[in-house]
């Protein structure tokens, strides 16, 4: 991870800050996101990906206490579930804050996953904010597995796409999804 690591870091942060959506890695499938508390960036990838305002999008962050501050219901199997997990899991907490509305389900909860992979871990440690993570695809098609399977569509309806580990051509798949309820009740979505 060298100059070009950084400088890509960089100029993702820009787009970003300037309220664009980028195309980007993420410790699973490639992702479409933006800094979560900017209701006008969010409301463009529902658009770009021709989604529902009431399908809710998820968020990353880079620490535990990066997603304290997002939810004041955090259940203590949260922390033995992110302790414990092998693959990349995404749990759903009730009480979200501190992101735009349009992010937040009619139920008050928000999927919110610790990133482990580099660039995004690097990039919402830099934004100091959580960073939209949501598969980039139109809604319905199939969710591409790497770079390489993204349409045209999503790439050019983007600010800027992240030039970090568009040759890896390996198959990614989605997180788990595990959602916490009230009296500690653990579902799993997926």
């Known amino acids: 991870m060298g100059s070009d690591f950084s400088e890509d870091l960089k100029a993702a942060l ?43 999008m998820l968020v990353l962050v880079d620490s535990e206490a990066s997603l304290e501050k997002l939810t004041d219901d955090i259940p203590e199997v949260a922390y ?34 610790i990133t482990r992979e580099d660039f995004s871990r690097s990039l919402c440690r830099l934004m100091r904010a959580p960073l939209v993570s949501t598969s980039a695809n139109i809604s319905g098609a199939p969710s591409p597995s790497n770079f390489s399977e993204i349409s045209d569509s999503i790439i050019k309806g983007v600010d800027y796409v992240v030039k970090y580990r568009q040759d890896d051509n390996g198959k990614a798949t989605p997180s788990n999804i595990i959602k916490l309820g009230n009296g500690g009740l653990v579902t799993i979505m997926r």
Do not use: M
Request: charged residues 25%; contains cysteine; glycine residues 10%.
């Open 80 to 113: 033995q579930l992110i302790e414990a997990a092998v693959n990349p899991i995404t749990i759903i907490y009730d009480g979200a804050h501190n992101v735009a509305p349009e992010l937040i389900a009619e139920d008050g909860s928000l999927g919110i996953r």
């Open 14 to 56: 820009s787009a970003i800050q300037k309220g664009g959506i980028i195309l980007y890695p993420t410790d699973t499938i490639w992702g479409i996101g933006c800094d979560a508390r900017n209701s006008e960036a969010v409301k463009r990838i529902f658009d770009l990906k021709k989604r529902a305002d009431s399908k809710s």
